[in-house]
């Protein structure tokens, strides 16, 4: 697979099943003939504009749909894709150019960035020009390049390019084995940006095994969504937490699943608590799974159908081929059921970081031939994984390691409430002291959440500070701002 890329198998099943439907959005229909053809008079265009092999692009379009055209027009010429959030203003934009050295970034509006950057901008002239291309295939050039550089952030802000080679995305697609087989051909309803790595995996794993990605209008409500699921025949999609408390929240009361055509109903991206995968499995669909990944290496734990009901408290059991160890501060491993750092190692997981982020000491990073994934968390006697946390969120306070995930979960376990985070910040008495924001329900009081904590959690574990918000702070990756929480609490 080293001279393959996932391209050529595009191709390969425009051959294969040329009047199969690939993509269907709100913006257009392409079988998978038209999409090579789009892909390939694309890949034409941009090099007549000077893209040249191994070069890296950026593409900064608010479609997803000519988000996956433009990407396998860029495999087709050997050139590395960086898939960017549409929201980056110029200032940031240029510094992604600088920190990820892009010859250009395609973007379907101008923005001023005063010259720091290549644009490209693939507005109406863009679509003519393309158009009046050749529609031949073009097949991907016998070069050594990464398919696309994933960019993360993690909770530390700091933003790292993780480069991921053809071989294993591909590798991503069909991990676990079986998983993908169980919507093959089917109409998988994306949700997420294709400048989040887990929404390019997803995506990938459905095409190349010959399904149809289907795409929402911009704006959508959960009630929208709920209905647009059973009008479009969806059979399989993944959401990230808060969509699926909205999803549980209009569909709590029923004694059947809403659902019950969906072949794969995947919860990813953040933990998930306990009492909402139950839930999940009850009113919406009786195939719901979890998934545990991460940008570095793809999936690493699956919580799987039939181990919901028992299990629900942890992410999963670990995938075949893949190696998860827990280790200490110094790189020990430990025993089953003691928390400490996970690390991977894994047939897809990347080994090569670019960008500011590279040399970073904690959270996920790639070090001493492994994959930290900057989680905390423990193994089982049974062989399901737990997360506790991240690495850089543990709350030291009077020198004991308080994770996270607890409080959050306890915060949970009450209704009324949606969403719950910990942090810790300064004390001069105990080193870190615990706050926790909270997303709930308007009767519920801060008394009334703290009379649970205290009947809950040991004294040591109960927050100094609790805090009702309408949203929490999260960074362009939608993943919660640390951060930005931490310093709510400052004194």
């Given at each position: 697979?080293?001279?393959?890329?996932?391209?050529?198998?595009?191709?390969?099943?425009?051959?294969?099943?040329?009047?199969?439907?690939?993509?269907?959005?709100?913006?257009?229909?392409?079988?998978?003939?038209?999409?090579?053809?789009?892909?390939?008079?694309?890949?034409?265009?941009?090099?007549a504009r000077g893209i040249e092999p191994r070069m890296r692009v950026g593409i900064a379009n608010r479609r997803n749909e000519d988000t996956l055209v433009l990407m396998c027009a860029m495999w087709m010429l050997g050139?590395?894709?960086?898939?960017?959030?549409?929201?980056?203003?110029?200032?940031?934009?240029?510094a992604l150019a600088r920190d990820f050295e892009l010859a250009a970034i395609l973007e379907d509006r101008a923005v001023d960035a005063g010259g720091a950057y290549r644009a490209i901008v693939t507005d109406a002239d863009w679509d003519a020009a393309v158009a009046a291309q050749p529609g031949g295939p073009v097949y991907?050039?016998?070069?050594?390049?990464?398919?696309?550089?994933?960019?993360?952030?993690?909770?530390?802000?700091?933003?790292?390019?993780?480069?991921?080679?053809?071989?294993?995305?591909?590798?991503?697609?069909?991990?676990?084995?079986?998983?993908?087989?169980?919507?093959?051909?089917?109409?998988?309803?994306?949700?997420?940006?294709?400048?989040?790595?887990?929404?390019?995996?997803?995506?990938?794993?459905?095409?190349?095994?010959?399904?149809?990605?289907?795409?929402v209008p911009a704006l959508f409500g959960v009630e929208e969504l709920s209905r647009f699921i059973v009008e479009k025949h969806i059979t399989s999609f993944t959401a990230v937490p808060t969509v699926m408390r909205g999803l549980l929240e209009i569909h709590r009361d029923r004694d059947t699943p809403a659902f019950p055509a969906l072949r794969c109903l995947c919860v990813a991206g953040a933990p998930?608590?306990?009492?909402?995968?139950r839930l999940a499995r009850k009113v919406l669909s009786a195939s719901f799974i979890e998934v545990y990944a991460s940008a570095l290496t793809g999936r690493i734990a699956v919580l799987d159908v039939a181990d919901v009901e028992a299990h629900a408290e942890s992410v999963g059991r670990v995938i075949p081929l893949v190696n998860v160890e827990v280790v200490d501060a110094?790189?020990?491993?430990?025993?089953a059921g003691e928390p400490g750092a996970i690390r991977v190692r894994s047939p897809s997981m990347s080994t090569e970081v670019c960008g500011p982020g590279?040399?970073?000491?904690?959270?996920?990073?790639?070090?001493?031939?492994?994959?930290?994934?900057?989680?905390?968390?423990?193994?089982?006697?049974?062989?399901?994984?737990?997360?506790?946390?991240?690495?850089?969120?543990?709350?030291?306070?009077?020198?004991?390691?308080?994770?996270?995930?607890?409080?959050?979960?306890?915060?949970?376990?009450?209704?009324?409430?949606?969403?719950?985070?910990?942090?810790?910040?300064?004390?001069?008495?105990?080193?870190?002291?615990?706050?926790?924001?909270?997303?709930?329900?308007?009767?519920?009081?801060e008394h009334q959440l703290m009379a649970h904590f205290r009947s809950r959690l040991t004294p040591n574990k109960v927050p100094r500070t609790i805090r009702l918000v309408a949203v929490l702070h999260k960074n362009e990756n939608n993943k919660v701002d640390y951060p930005a929480l931490k310093k709510e609490l400052m004194p």
């Open positions: 697979m080293a001279r393959a890329s996932l391209s050529d198998m595009m191709i390969a099943l425009s051959q294969r099943h040329p009047d199969r439907l690939a993509v269907d959005s709100p913006t257009r229909n392409l079988t998978y003939a038209q999409f090579v053809a789009l892909s390939s008079q694309a890949a034409r265009e941009l090099a050139v590395v894709a960086v898939a960017m959030d549409f929201r980056t203003r110029a200032p940031e934009r240029a991907s050039p016998p070069v050594e390049a990464p398919a696309l550089i994933a960019l993360t952030s993690g909770s530390s802000g700091e933003r790292m390019g993780v480069l991921v080679d053809h071989a294993s995305l591909y590798i991503r697609a069909n991990m676990p084995l079986g998983l993908i087989s169980r919507d093959q051909g089917g109409r998988m309803l994306m949700l997420g940006s294709l400048s989040f790595s887990a929404a390019m995996h997803i995506t990938t794993a459905h095409l190349v095994h010959g399904g149809t990605v289907v795409y998930a608590a306990a009492q909402e995968k110094h790189g020990r491993v430990l025993p590279s040399l970073r000491q904690r959270g996920d990073r790639v070090a001493d031939g492994w994959v930290h994934t900057g989680d905390v968390g423990r193994v089982d006697g049974e062989g399901f994984l737990h997360l506790l946390g991240r690495d850089s969120e543990m709350i030291i306070r009077g020198g004991e390691n308080i994770y996270p995930a607890e409080l959050e979960a306890v915060a949970l376990e009450l209704a009324g409430v949606k969403e719950a985070v910990a942090v810790g910040f300064p004390s001069e008495r105990v080193g870190e002291e615990i706050g926790i924001f909270v997303v709930a329900e308007p009767h519920l009081a």
